[in-house]
């Protein structure tokens, strides 16, 4: 994960170490509490560096609740943009878990996630929400 400023702004896909300052260590701690199941929304500041409009993109994500989806057609609908346009903005979201695009589906399908392994990540993610109603 990356703090710039005192606020969390990307995380990365990789293992390693990272730094240690208050809010990294308070976002692991967030991170395990929501892998077991203990926590439904991160209280982190967050500053990704995004556009406006993709700021309000990332932010109606995280209006999404925890266990629940939309699709694509559905958040291009709420924010009067494409459906091709929310996908996009879906797989620049340099926040990913904590900025839960992974709550994002096609219609007929999962769509993408850009995690390495993405489809997999994403099965999981949802099925650890409970929704995995949604893979059957």
Request: with cysteine; glycine share 10%.
């Amino acid at each position: 994960m990356v703090e710039e400023d005192g606020d969390l702004t990307r995380l990365l896909w990789r293992d390693g170490d990272d730094d240690h300052t208050p809010l990294l260590d308070e976002a692991v701690r967030q991170l395990k509490r929501y892998f077991e199941g203990d926590l439904t929304r991160f209280t982190l500041p967050l500053a990704p560096k995004v556009t406006p409009s993709q700021q309000r993109f990332l932010d109606a994500l995280c209006d999404i609740p925890y266990g629940e989806t939309r699709t694509y057609g559905d958040m291009a609908k709420q924010l009067g943009i494409s459906a091709q346009a929310a996908g996009q903005a879906c797989g620049a979201n340099p926040i990913g878990i904590i900025i839960p695009c992974h709550r994002v589906t096609g219609s007929t399908n999962l769509g993408g996630f850009s995690a390495p392994d993405g489809i997999e990540k994403k099965v999981a993610l949802l099925k650890l929400e409970g929704a995995a109603s949604l893979l059957i």
